[in-house]
T-cell receptor, first 112, second 112 residues
Framework: SQKIEQNSEALNIQEGKTATLTCNYT??????LQWYRQDPGRGPVFLLL?????KEKRKERLKVTFDTTLKQSLFHITASQPADSATYLC???????????FGTGTLLAVQP | GAGVSQTPSNKVTEKGKYVELRCDPI?????LYWYRQSLGQGPEFLIY????????DSGLPNDRFFAVRPEGSVSTLKIQRTERGDSAVYLC??????????FGPGTRLTVL
């Protein structure tokens, strides 16, 4: 069955450093992959989308890579800030209906 | 404009009761999705509507769960004979391009 794995442990980093989050998947060949941010008590918020024919995508301090051979995506936040602290969810797009298949999420804590 | 709204924000019910959860999508979004999120997990797909019809209900766990979208806008998720295992946050999302999904804040359902 399809499986998506994200860093199971919380990630603690110092303000100003680069945070790198990992998303690995198996038994799937998605046309594209998305990253969402979720704060406590809120719904996920879309951050970035990367297609299978794109190796890298950037948006301000965010960067996503997508390696379809390794079946892995990396999500980077440069110059991290305490306000970046949240859970980050990786999602693959499933089938013609574009339903999202989410990983369990990685909790990021940026210490001042 | 307004985002996706969901009501109620919290619902506490007793085992065996019937509940209805409502979703108001972003105006003009023809695609609407329902997901369920348990503590520490990513959202899990339940059902997808394109307009008024349920185009994919493969994620509904059993026949106690049902959803409607009679006029192609507001949707209601209905759960009959609730069980304690139904306790979760129920998220609704809408999309205009079947790519990026905009999520509501969710309804936290607690079955006692």
């Amino acid at each position: 069955s399809q499986k998506i794995e994200q860093n199971s442990e919380a990630l603690n980093i110092q303000e100003g450093k680069t945070a790198t989050l990992t998303c690995n998947y198996t038994n799937y060949s998605p046309a594209y992959l998305q990253w969402y941010r979720q704060d406590p008590g809120r719904g996920p918020v879309f951050l970035l989308l990367i297609r299978e024919n794109e190796k890298e995508k950037r948006k301000e301090r965010l960067k996503v890579t997508f390696d379809t051979t390794l079946k892995q995506s990396l999500f980077h936040i440069t110059a991290s800030q305490p306000a970046d602290s949240a859970t980050y969810l990786c999602a693959l797009v499933g089938g013609a209906t574009n339903k999202l298949i989410f990983g369990t999420g990685t909790l990021l804590a940026v210490q001042p | 404009g307004a985002g996706v709204s969901q009501t109620p924000s919290n619902k506490v019910t007793e085992k065996g009761k019937y509940v209805e959860l409502r979703c108001d999508p972003i105006s003009g979004h023809t695609a609407l999705y329902w997901y369920r999120q348990s503590l520490g997990q990513g959202p899990e797909f339940l059902i997808y509507f394109q307009g008024t019809g349920a185009a994919d209900d493969s994620g509904l766990p059993n026949d106690r769960f049902f959803a409607v979208r009679p006029e192609g806008s507001v949707s209601t998720l209905k759960i009959q004979r609730t069980e304690r295992g139904d306790s979760a946050v129920y998220l609704c999302a809408s999309s205009f391009d079947l790519a990026v999904q905009f999520f509501g804040p969710g309804t936290r359902l607690t079955v006692l």
